[in-house]
C-alpha cells in the first residue's frame, strides 16, 4: 500500500518459477497489510482506481473466480466477469481472435483460468495489459501456492526451512507443481506422499522425498497439506475406489498423530470429506487453517494485481516519456 522501492520486476503472474525469493517475500509482506485492511470495517483502498480487470474462466470456479473479483473490487478497479463456456470460444473464435477483441477494450488486468497448459503464457504475449494465471491446465496456479505460502509463515513465524508434505493427486495438480517451486525457491524440506499412480517418480526432479506410505511420510512434519482427487483430469483407474484411498491416503486422526503436535492441515479446497480428509480434522480449529487458506487467497491476490499494476504504470509512462 505504501510507493517504498519494489523488488518485484514482473509483467505479469504466469507461475512461481520466474519470481525471486525477494519478490515472492515482497507479494506475502504487502498481502500481510492487505489481511488487515480486509478485517477492517472500511475494507477498500485505491490501488487499482482508474484500471479495469477483466476475469476469464474457461474452467469452472467458484473459490478462486470469487476471490480475484472481490481482491479487485476492494481496491477500487472496474471489474468484469466474462462467461467464457457460454462465449465465442464455443463458437469456433481462437485464442488468439480472443486475444484480440480485449486488446480493443483496453483492460489492464487480465485474471485467466484455462484448461490448457500454456494458453495463459500465450495470451499474455498478445495483449497489452497485465496477465495474472488463475490455473492453466496441470501447469501452475501461482496465487494457491502464494495465499498457501502466506498461510504457512502466518501459522509457523516462518517460512523456510520447514518440513512440509503434501500428500494426495500430485499427478494432475497445479496446485502441488507450484507449491514445489515456491517451497523450494524459500529452502523448506518436501515430501510428496500418495499411491505411485498420483505421485509420478520425475517429482523427485524437484527436490522433493516420495513416499507411498502415509504412516512413514507424515513423520515429524510442520504442515501437512491435502489436496483434491481430481477426477476430471483422470481417464484410468488411479484408484482402486475412494473408499480403499481414504484407508490408506486420507488424512484421519491416526495418520495425523505421526506428524508434530503443532501441525497444521491444509487443503485448497474444495474437499472430499471422507475422501482425502476426515471432516473433524477440517473442522478442528487447532490444527485446521483451510478457513485461513480463503481468507489469505483475497489478499495475496490484491497483493499481486496491486504490484503488477504499480509495473504497469510505470511502464505506460515510460512510453509516454
Known amino acids: 500500500m505504501s510507493d517504498a522501492p519494489t523488488y518485484f520486476r514482473q509483467n505479469h503472474l504466469l507461475g512461481i518459477e520466474p519470481l525471486h525469493p525477494l519478490e515472492i517475500t515482497e507479494i506475502l509482506d504487502l498481502a500481510d497489510s492487505y489481511v488487515e485492511l480486509n478485517r477492517q470495517t472500511q475494507k477498500h483502498a485505491d490501488a487499482l482506481a482508474g484500471l479495469t480487470q477483466i476475469n476469464m474462466f474457461f474452467e469452472n470456479s467458484t473459490r478462486t473466480q470469487a476471490s480475484f473479483e472481490l481482491a479487485g473490487k476492494r481496491l477500487g478497479a472496474d471489474v468484469m466477469n466474462m462467461a467464457m463456456?457460454?462465449?465465442?470460444?464455443?463458437?469456433?473464435?481462437?485464442?488468439?481472435?480472443?486475444?484480440?477483441?480485449l486488446n480493443a477494450m483496453h483492460p489492464d488486468l487480465l485474471v485467466v483460468r484455462h484448461p490448457h497448459s500454456g494458453a495463459v503464457?500465450?495470451?499474455?504475449?498478445?495483449?497489452?495489459?497485465?496477465v495474472l494465471n488463475a490455473g492453466d491446465g496441470k501447469h501452475e496456479h501461482p496465487t494457491q501456492a502464494l495465499l498457501d505460502a502466506l498461510t504457512i509463515r502466518r501459522a509457523k513465524g516462518r517460512l523456510h526451512r520447514l518440513n512440509i508434505a503434501i500428500c494426495g493427486d500430485i499427478a494432475h495438480s497445479r496446485v502441488a507443481r507450484s507449491n514445489l517451486i515456491l517451497l523450494g525457491k524459500m529452502e523448506n524440506r518436501i515430501r510428496l506422499i500418495g499411491p505411485p499412480t498420483l505421485v509420478p517418480g520425475h517429482f523427485a526432479e524437484f527436490g522433493a522425498e516420495i513416499y507411498d506410505d502415509m504412516h512413514e511420510g507424515l513423520k515429524d512434519v510442520d504442515v501437512v497439506m491435502m489436496l483434491r482427487l481430481q477426477k476430471e483430469r483422470m481417464d484410468g483407474g488411479f484408484i482402486?475406489?475412494?473408499?480403499?484411498?481414504?484407508?490408506?491416503?486420507?488424512?484421519?486422526?491416526?495418520?495425523?498423530a505421526q506428524a508434530k503436535p503443532d501441525a497444521i492441515?491444509?487443503?485448497?479446497?474444495?474437499?472430499?470429506?471422507?475422501?482425502?480428509?476426515?471432516g473433524t480434522i477440517a473442522?478442528?480449529?487447532?490444527?485446521?487453517?483451510?478457513?485461513?487458506?480463503?481468507?489469505?487467497?483475497?489478499?495475496?491476490?490484491?497483493?499481486?494485481?496491486?504490484?503488477?499494476?504499480?509495473?504497469?504504470?510505470?511502464?505506460?509512462?515510460?512510453e509516454a516519456a
Open 85 to 101: 463456456q457460454a462465449s465465442s470460444i464455443k463458437k469456433g473464435e481462437t485464442l488468439i481472435d480472443t486475444a484480440m477483441t
Open 283 to 318: 473442522d478442528d480449529i487447532n490444527r485446521s487453517v483451510i478457513q485461513e487458506q480463503v481468507e489469505m487467497g483475497v489478499a495475496v491476490r490484491m497483493a499481486a494485481m496491486d504490484l503488477l499494476a504499480r509495473n504497469l504504470r510505470s511502464r505506460r509512462q515510460g
Open 121 to 130: 503464457d500465450l495470451l499474455s504475449q498478445k495483449v497489452n495489459c497485465a
Open 265 to 278: 492441515v491444509m487443503h485448497p479446497g474444495p474437499m472430499n470429506r471422507g475422501v482425502e480428509i476426515d
Open 240 to 256: 482402486p475406489s475412494e473408499r480403499e484411498y481414504y484407508h490408506r491416503f486420507g488424512l484421519d486422526a491416526d495418520k495425523l
